[in-house]
Each structure stands twice: as structure tokens, then as C-alpha cells.
């Protein structure tokens, strides 16, 4: 639902053709906090790492760091 840039992406769509809410309401609700600009805090972002923690799946994070170049997602505006 999000992109890099802590935006919703432009082609994100709910799976039910009916719903038609802002998929940032559900994020604030869910804790995400958004800056001025509408993106995701940086402050809150997860790493595929953290990510993979959290859903308490066994992996090896520093190959996961490796693999994804230690990149952290971009802070310039989204395309």
C-alpha cells in the first residue's frame, strides 16, 4: 500500500471493488503517523529485517541488509 517514499501508492486499490476509504485512515488507525506532506513518519519505518522479525519468521538479517544494498527508503518526493 505504501511505496519508498512513505506515500500510498498511486496504483494501490482495495481488494473489494466497493471500498473506497483513504488507505491512510487505516494506517493512522493502526498507529501509522503521516508528516504534512501525507507520508508515512520515517521514524516508524521498518526494514525487511524488522519486518521479518515482527512476524516472527527465522531469518538471517544481515543477509537480508546485504541483499537490499542497506538502503532505507528514499526521502525525495515519490514519482
Not at 511505496?3 to 482495495?14: H, I, K, L, M, P
Not at 493512522?28 to 508515512?40: L, Q, S, T
Request: glycine share 12%; proline share 4%; charged share 35%.
Amino acid at each position: 500500500m505504501l511505496q519508498a517514499g512513505g506515500t500510498v501508492a498511486s496504483q494501490f486499490r482495495w481488494d473489494d471493488p466497493g471500498r473506497h476509504d483513504d488507505p491512510r485512515e487505516l494506517l493512522r488507525r493502526e498507529g501509522v503517523c503521516f508528516e504534512d506532506k501525507g507520508r508515512a513518519s520515517e521514524d516508524q519505518f521498518i526494514d525487511a529485517a524488522g519486518l521479518a522479525l515482527f512476524a516472527g519468521l527465522d531469518v538471517d538479517s544481515e543477509s537480508v541488509r546485504r541483499r537490499s544494498g542497506g538502503r532505507r527508503r528514499q526521502t525525495t518526493e515519490d514519482p
